[in-house]
């Protein structure tokens, strides 16, 4: 288990809780998809990777794993533009389509790839988020959701901080500079 960074003010999720949640959410979803052939899993980089390896790994519907990348600019202000740098392998036209993103914030994101990919008519389209903050988002549909958090930046699980932390086995409040 590594140290404590000391930039972390104090963990959130443990790597308990998370484990147990994941498992529970994969049961969930293998519960909810039962009666469809395969599963589309998207999973939005870089954050979700360590979220969708794990549950990937708890699910026993036949599915498959794909990727996306997206990038968003003016995180401070309201332009919320978000663009695709990396598009997924295939057509999702007749697919049923899950989301698994890592983090809800302002829900810009979220809410702008939900629509790029309902236009590409799936056979159904669904998102998986891991931790949603409480705080006043774009109206955006969570259909399976790990956790709620306060309004304050996290790292770890696959979130970062400027691209540290990532590999925190843990959900981590980081120290505001
Ligand atoms: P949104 O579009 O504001 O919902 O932001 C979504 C993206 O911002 C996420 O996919 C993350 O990449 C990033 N993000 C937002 N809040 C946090 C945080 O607390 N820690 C790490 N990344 C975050
Ligand atoms: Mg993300």
């Keep these: 288990m590594p140290r404590i960074p000391s930039s972390i003010k104090r963990i ?8 147990q949640r994941v498992k529970a959410l994969a049961a969930q979803i293998d519960h909810d998809y039962q009666d469809v052939e395969r599963l589309y899993l998207v999973g939005i980089l870089k ?17 498959t794993v794909d990727f996306m990348a997206l990038s968003s600019y003016g995180k401070s202000t309201t332009s919320g533009a978000v663009r695709i740098l990396m598009d997924l392998r295939e057509p999702i036209e007749g697919q049923h389509v899950l989301i698994v993103e ?4 302002t829900g810009r994101t979220l809410h702008y790839l939900y ?15 891991l931790v949603r903050k409480l705080r006043e988002s774009v109206e955006v ?5 790990g956790f709620d958090i306060p ?3 996290v ?6 901080f400027a691209d ?14």
């Design 47 to 63: 954050g979700a990777f360590i979220f969708m390896a794990d549950l990937t790994r708890e699910l026993n519907t036949i599915h």
């Design 151 to 153: 309004d304050v930046w």
């Design 115 to 129: 629509n790029i990919l309902k236009g590409r008519n799936p056979a159904s389209l669904k998102t998986c988020v």
């Design 141 to 145: 549909p969570v259909d399976y959701l």
């Design 164 to 177: 540290r932390f990532r590999t925190l086995p843990y959900i981590a409040e980081i120290k505001q500079t």
């Design 155 to 160: 790292v770890g699980y696959g979130l970062d």
């Design 102 to 105: 890592d983090i809800l914030d």
């Design 12 to 19: 959130l999720i443990t790597t308990e809780e998370i484990q």
